[in-house]
């Protein structure tokens, strides 16, 4: 099966940064478009950037200029570099990605199991 990997969470001051990865593994074929996600307590799962394939990018209106998505096909992994962090940003990121795995393969969309990010004023 296929396994999403978060690390880089903690607790950070706002305004400074963090940087988190996920690396995926297993039986994968390949990886179409990988993402992050994030849930504040209390609220529903948001996007917060994803990349395609062909590093085509795309940010929620909240974190754009402050966050970066960025990914390694050789190493399928995907990273966040998050700067200028504020305490609104604080909740669990979840990676996710559409990877095509399995004998026979199929396409599947696949999580990791989060990371705690939290942002002190």
């Known amino acids: 099966q296929v396994q999403l990997v978060e690390s880089g969470g903690g607790l950070v001051q706002a305004g400074g940064s963090l940087r988190l990865s996920c690396a995926a593994s297993?039986?994968?074929?390949?990886?179409?478009?990988m993402g992050w996600y994030r849930q504040a307590p209390g609220k529903q799962r948001e996007l917060v950037a994803r990349?395609?394939?062909?590093?085509?990018?795309n940010y929620a209106d909240s974190v754009k200029g402050r966050f970066t998505i960025s990914r390694d096909n050789g190493k399928n992994t995907v990273y966040l570099q998050m700067d200028s962090l504020k305490p609104e940003d604080t909740a669990v990121y979840y990676c996710?990605?559409?990877?095509?795995?399995?004998?026979?393969?199929?396409?599947?969309?696949?999580w990791g199991q989060g990371t705690q990010v939290t942002v002190s004023s």
């Open positions: 990349i395609t394939s062909g590093v085509s990018t």
């Open positions: 297993g039986n994968i074929g390949s990886i179409n478009a």
């Open positions: 996710n990605g559409f990877i095509r795995a399995g004998v026979p393969s199929r396409w599947g969309d696949y």
